[in-house]
């Protein structure tokens, strides 16, 4: 069977190896002689699933015993309300693209007025700001940021210097290289591009931040942290086959050298595009500023959409699929998340080395 070399942004490519454990074990879970499809959430073995997946990501994050994890469902967007709602009143944000800026909009819908402190929206969000960039929070009682921007391929490669807890959507470089848990009172990501498949949200956070609800009594049971941390991420019927290939991934990432071993290879993968975009700038041009690219995902552009879309007809005879950039922007875009082998950047970066139109 040959895979394609797939460069989609989210859903994306999974590690081969969990694809083939899960087919292995699709029909029969380990001997049990049920699918995971089919267990009741209630059941042992799909306590042991969650309580597996949830060790080996606080092993991956060295998370500290005040840290909680949930499974949760709804998409990064539902966090984008379910953190205004549940925290304290009126959060500082940092909009560096189309993700920050819905995020805002949520905030602004739960009554709860956010401050936009810092936008890049004037440079094309073409950075997000500097390391020796005062951030002032204004007295916001946190700090709102989008970690790496998918749409524009801009990523922070620095933790924001403020005095109060900062709460990140990290959806799209979630598990792609070390952090340090401390500084987040709460992160949250879409599972669907380093962490597992969609219809898993993974959300992390300090246990008293999770746990003390903050918002309006009319706030729906579902839409609060506290709910789902007194239940185990079993409070209803959570995304049990999604969480199962999460536990794989998960796992699979260890077996990579964690997060420090996955980082140098994420590294690697993104030097390879920059390189030969920095090389034939000619053809290519990156749409990040440099001290700004994201290691996942690669966004530039050719001098003409008509040249863009010879380029996208060359890579896809390639087996490179997944290219064009968001709806939104245009331009094209390599998404190389954890998953994505080095040989299909390779097969990617040799063409746009080689490639006359
Ligand atoms: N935040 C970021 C940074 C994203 O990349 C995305 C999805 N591409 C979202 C939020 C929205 O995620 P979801 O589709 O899981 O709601």
Aim: glycine share 8%.
């Amino acid at each position: 069977m040959a895979r394609l070399h797939n460069f989609n942004a989210g859903p994306s490519i999974l590690p081969l190896p969990v694809l083939e454990e899960a087919q292995r074990n699709l029909v029969d879970h380990q001997g049990l002689g049920l699918s995971v499809l089919e267990m009741s959430h209630r059941s042992a073995a799909f306590e042991a699933i969650v309580e597996r997946a949830k060790a080996s990501l606080r092993r991956l994050l060295s998370l500290p015993d005040d840290y909680e994890i949930l499974f949760l469902q709804g998409g990064a967007s539902l966090q984008f309300a379910m953190v205004p709602l549940n925290l304290d009143a009126g959060g500082a944000y940092v909009n560096t693209g189309v993700w920050s800026k819905k995020a805002i909009a949520e905030a602004k819908r739960t009554g709860r007025a956010p401050q936009v402190i810092w936008s890049g929206e004037a440079n094309g969000f073409r950075a997000v700001p500097r390391p020796d960039e005062r951030l002032d929070t204004g007295g916001a009682p946190w700090l709102h940021y989008t970690s790496n921007n998918t749409i524009y391929g801009t990523q922070w490669h620095h933790v924001p210097q403020v005095d109060v807890p900062l709460v990140c959507d990290m959806s799209s470089d979630f598990l792609s290289a070390p952090i340090d848990p401390r500084p987040y009172g709460l992160i949250y990501a879409g599972a669907q591009k380093n962490a597992g498949p969609s219809g898993v949200t993974v959300v992390v956070g300090r246990r008293d931040l999770l746990g003390a609800f903050r918002g309006p009594a009319t706030t729906p049971t579902m839409l609060r942290y506290d709910t789902h941390l007194e239940a185990g991420s079993l409070y209803n019927t959570p995304p049990t086959f999604g969480i199962w290939i999460c536990a794989l991934v998960f796992d699979w990432i260890e077996a990579q050298g964690g997060l420090a071993g996955i980082a140098r290879k994420n590294e690697e993968k993104a030097r390879l595009l920059y390189e030969v975009i920095d090389r034939r700038s000619d053809l290519f041009r990156g749409h990040a500023d440099p001290a700004c690219r994201s290691t996942m995902n690669v966004t530039f552009t050719l001098p003409t959409p008509e040249l863009e879309q010879r380029f996208l007809a060359a890579a896809e005879a390639k087996g490179c699929i997944g290219l064009a950039g968001h709806r939104l922007v245009g331009g094209l875009r390599a998404s190389i998340y954890n998953a994505m082998p080095l040989e299909s950047v390779e097969v990617l970066a040799d063409l746009m080395d080689r490639w006359q139109p």
